[in-house]
Structure formats: C-alpha cells, structure tokens
C-alpha cells in the first residue's frame, strides 16, 4: 500500500514544489487550495478542507503564514487519531501557540524549510525544526521524510528572532533596493556600466521579487525585524552625515571595525573568492 500525504495550499509555489517532491518519493499525494488551482494530474484533489485531511496520516499545510494558525484550529480536531499534522511558516510565534492547542491524538511538527520552490533536490538544504511537543519524535518524522537535508533546532521565540535577519532584513533592503532600480529610466546604461557587486545585487533582489506579495510583506512584517532595522537605519543615518562632514577617520574606523568583527566568524577572501566564482558561472 502507498504512503500517502495530504498537502493543504498544494496549488502555490511551495506546494506544488512539495507535490512533485512526495510524488517522487512514491507517495500518493492529496491536495487541496481554495485559492490556486491544482494542475499537477498526480494529485487526487479533494473537494473541501474538511475532506481533504479526515483520513489522511500526515497533513503538510504549504498556506500563507497569516492563515496557518487559523486553518490549524479548523482542521485539528476533524484528523484521525494518530496523524502528524506539519506546519512550514516563516513565523513560528502565532502557529507554535495554535500547535500546542491541538488534541492530543494528533502529532504537532513544526519546521521552516530554508529554500524556495527553485531547488532542485532536498539534498543538502536546510530544515530548522521548531519542538512542540516531543522533540526527538519530530525530528525524526520529518528527517525520515526529507533524508539528506541538514537540520537545525531551535525554539520559537529564538527561530523568528534569526529569521527576522536571515529573511526579514534581507527581503526589507532588496525590497527598497529594487525600487530604486525600478524608478532607474536608463537601467540598460545602468547595467552596461555595472561590475560584479551591481550584478550579484540587481539578481538577487530581482529574485526575491518573483515572490508573492504576500509573502514578502509577511516575512518584512516580523515584529523581531525592528531592532535590527532600526539599527540599520540608524547606521545609514550616521554614515551618511560622517560624509557630509567630511569625517573620513570616523568612516574609516567603522569599516576597519565592521571588517575584524565579521572576520572573526568568516573568511572575507573565501567569500570574495565565491563572488566571483558565482559571477562566473552565471555569464558563462
């Protein structure tokens, strides 16, 4: 008999990249999405929420980050006894809290796969796991399911303060960045002029804006994102009048000292090496 999983926002980007995944793996694979249509022929649509996951042994919920929490308290109490229910939002806060309110016959797994629906394999990617009820159970569930993966585990609280860096001061810059090359009216002078910190930047922001709208006003929305943006701003802010000032020793010692604390944790030549390694590649 095939194992089988039902996949709640099988028709977005995540979910349809978790489809062809299961699918892979020899699962029989059940999909509902009241909001995206579900055109992979492997999958056996369900006709309603409730439906899709009354017999299903794990429920994968690929649905917007807002909605998770809500649609874990709609289904918690209509899935069978002994079923894993595996949440993968970008903020665990709100949906470790609606987790914990589930009954007891259902399993809770929380995890935050670290890639888009542009990977090519599990292989090598990284999962952070976020424990709910029984830590060692649920690892286990989901490192028997994405073998190969590297994991990481780490609680709520201290998952979406990382993840406000990781992500949301990230997407928040390439966001702004990506404006200002949008308002650019001769961007192809732009790009003809360009070298390679211009051209791994315009890329990577270029990227991050093939993502929904909301999922990148969701992942610039985490409350952790604040102190760490305000000091961003500040920094630019103090930067900006050291040069109108024409204190070249203050900027000066604030590079040197941003380069021997980064250079602590990381060699600035291996990174410079793989910049170029990348550039490489991609005008091959």
């Known amino acids: 008999m095939k ?3 039902t996949i709640l926002g099988a028709g977005g980007k ?4 978790f489809t062809k995944y299961f699918t892979a793996q020899d699962y029989e694979v059940v999909g509902f999405d009241s909001e995206s249509p579900i055109t992979d022929k492997a999958v056996k649509k369900a006709s309603s929420l409730v439906g899709a996951v009354l017999n299903a042994d794990i429920v994968l919920l690929c649905t917007p980050t807002r909605r998770t929490p809500e649609i874990i308290r709609l289904i918690a109490k209509e899935m069978r006894r002994g079923s894993y229910l595996i949440e993968i939002s970008s903020q665990k806060s709100k949906t470790v809290s609606a987790l914990l309110k589930m009954p007891s016959k259902i399993n809770p797994v929380c995890i935050h ?21 029984d830590a060692k159970n649920e690892l286990n569930m989901v490192k028997s399911l994405f073998e190969g993966a590297n994991f990481v585990t780490i609680d709520a609280a201290e998952h979406d303060k990382k993840i406000a860096i990781i992500l949301g001061l990230t997407h928040l810059m390439n966001l702004v960045f990506a404006n200002i090359l949008a308002k650019d009216d001769k961007v192809s002078l732009t790009e003809r002029m360009s070298g390679t910190t211009f051209k791994i930047q315009k890329i990577l922001s270029e990227s991050i804006m093939t993502e929904s709208t909301e999922l990148i006003e969701t992942i610039i929305s985490n409350p952790e994102i604040r102190r760490a943006a305000e000091e961003f701003w500040k920094d630019i802010g103090r930067l900006l009048t050291d040069i109108q000032e024409g204190k070249s020793e203050d900027i000066s010692n604030y590079i040197k000292s941003v380069q021997e604390r ?14 170029n390694t990348m550039i490489n590649a991609i005008e091959k």
């Open 113 to 133: 796969p670290m890639f888009g629906p542009g990977a090519k394999k599990v292989k090598g990617q990284n999962i952070i796991s976020i424990p709910i009820r």
């Open 3 to 5: 194992k089988s999983i």
């Open 14 to 17: 995540m979910g349809q990249w």
């Open 262 to 275: 980064l250079g602590k944790n990381s060699s600035l030549e291996v990174s410079y090496k793989k910049l």
